[in-house]
């Protein structure tokens, strides 16, 4: 069994949940908002790798805010496998491509060309356009599905990026830094 810091077990954040932990100092909640098993990754090479698949020893190509430019960064954190959910939500794009992400109000985000940030899936629209890999893309549907899913997430040293099925994501503390 593998824990993480505080001895919290993620298992208990299938299904979309949360967690709020308490320390001397404060309360943070972590929550489960995650990108859907099958999603291809990008990786710093430029091939891509299921997310199931992904390990600690791959670096992903990511979007450097720092330097405004792409970038890369190792990663170092992954969901364990068999977290599921019951929902999810699918956007596709006008080039024909599909993201399937999950969460407590799909908190997984895409980065908004629009608003220049992160911005929540489930508050995606028709129309809204996201940056991608190769360049601006624009929202063609919007679907909220119920139905079980399997779901990872991971993150990215500096970064918290990463492209999936081509699109840019992060998860709730991707606008940390100014973009």
């Known amino acids: 069994m ?3 810091p505080f001895g919290i077990d993620l298992k208990f954040i299938g299904y979309g949940g949360t967690v709020t932990i308490t320390c001397s100092d404060g309360s943070f909640t972590i929550t489960a908002s995650c990108i859907l098993k099958g999603t291809d990754i990008l990786l710093a090479d430029g091939t891509t790798k299921k ?3 992904l390990t600690y020893d791959d670096v992903l190509k990511v979007w450097d805010f720092d330097e405004g ?4 960064a190792k990663v170092c954190w992954l969901t364990r496998p068999g977290l ?3 929902h999810y939500y699918q956007l596709t794009f006008d080039n ?5 992400t999950t969460g407590i109000n ?3 985000r895409i980065f908004s060309v629009d608003q220049s940030k992160f911005t929540n899936v ?3 629209k028709v129309g809204d356009k996201v940056f991608s890999i190769n360049g601006t893309l624009t929202i063609t549907d919007v679907q909220y599905i119920e139905e079980e899913c399997e779901y990872y997430n991971v993150m990215t040293s500096n970064k918290i990026n990463c492209f999936a099925n081509g699109i840019l994501t992060s998860d709730r503390y991707g606008n940390l830094y100014p973009i």
């Open 84 to 86: 599921k959910s019951n």
């Open 51 to 53: 997310i199931e698949n």
């Open 69 to 72: 430019q792409l970038g890369s």
């Open 2 to 4: 593998s824990y993480y």
């Open 96 to 100: 024909g491509t599909v993201l399937k």
């Open 122 to 124: 489930c508050d995606a």
């Open 106 to 108: 799909s908190n997984h």
